[in-house]
């Protein structure tokens, strides 16, 4: 099983991620977390160029390019091995990022998203997608709290950036209704820790 989860800055997707992972290797199950972008030494140093520096480093069709690079070879070295081996993959962001934040948020053309997708993701698409929705006043206080030093980035977008962007999330989740599950990120953590779990046994 292939499980991604999206969402905006400071959202809680990688206590639940942790969370997940316990759980299923309590039950036996081999899991294999892993993130984009990144994942992989190439794809860690493609993530070095994203998500630190000035806001306008890059455009958004430059920042769709590099995620698909860093995408193509975390596909190849970890995702599909781990699923041809029958692990449970479970990925802290995945293509859905991109369409949220380069795409409706960034306003990099679709034509180029959806070309990437369709020759890169190919039938790797994830069999659950949790969208973890925020206000993104909340995600952005929550995420400067944490400090991820100078990985950020996005967050020094600006709020209409991060408003497109959840605005966005919550249009691929309309559109996706049979992979996409939207989740509360206001609940307290052990809530969305059950709504995930019940999700993935319903
Ligand atoms: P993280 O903070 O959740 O680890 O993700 C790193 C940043 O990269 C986050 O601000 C979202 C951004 N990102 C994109 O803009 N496009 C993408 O395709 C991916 C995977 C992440």
């Known amino acids: 099983m292939f499980i991604t989860f999206e969402g905006g800055e400071g959202s809680g997707k ?10 299923l290797e309590s039950l036996g199950k ?7 972008p990144g994942g992989t030494p190439d794809g860690e140093a493609v993530r070095a160029l994203l998500v630190t520096g000035e806001a306008g480093r890059w455009t958004a069709e430059a920042e769709t390019l590099l995620n698909y690079a860093a995408r193509d070879n975390h596909l190849n070295k970890i995702i599909r091995p781990a699923l041809i081996n029958g692990q449970t993959v479970l990925c802290d962001r995945f293509m859905d990022s991109t369409r949220a934040y380069q795409g409706y948020a960034g306003a990099c053309t679709f034509h ?3 070309e990437l997708e369709l020759s890169i993701v190919g039938a790797t698409k994830p069999d659950i997608t949790f969208i973890f929705d925020l206000d993104p006043i909340i995600g952005l206080k929550r995420a400067t709290k944490q400090g991820k030093g100078k990985e950020d980035r996005y967050e020094r977008m600006g709020l209409a950036f991060h408003q497109r962007l959840r605005d966005g999330f919550l249009e691929i989740a309309a559109h996706n209704l049979e992979r996409c599950r939207v989740i509360n990120a206001a609940d307290p953590i052990d809530i969305v820790a059950r709504t995930i779990w019940n999700h993935i046994n319903g």
């Not at 990688?14 to 759980?23: F, G």
């Open 30 to 36: 081999p899991v294999v977390s892993t993130r984009e």
């Open 14 to 23: 990688s206590t639940q991620i942790k969370l997940l992972a316990e759980r």
């Open 112 to 114: 180029l998203i959806d």
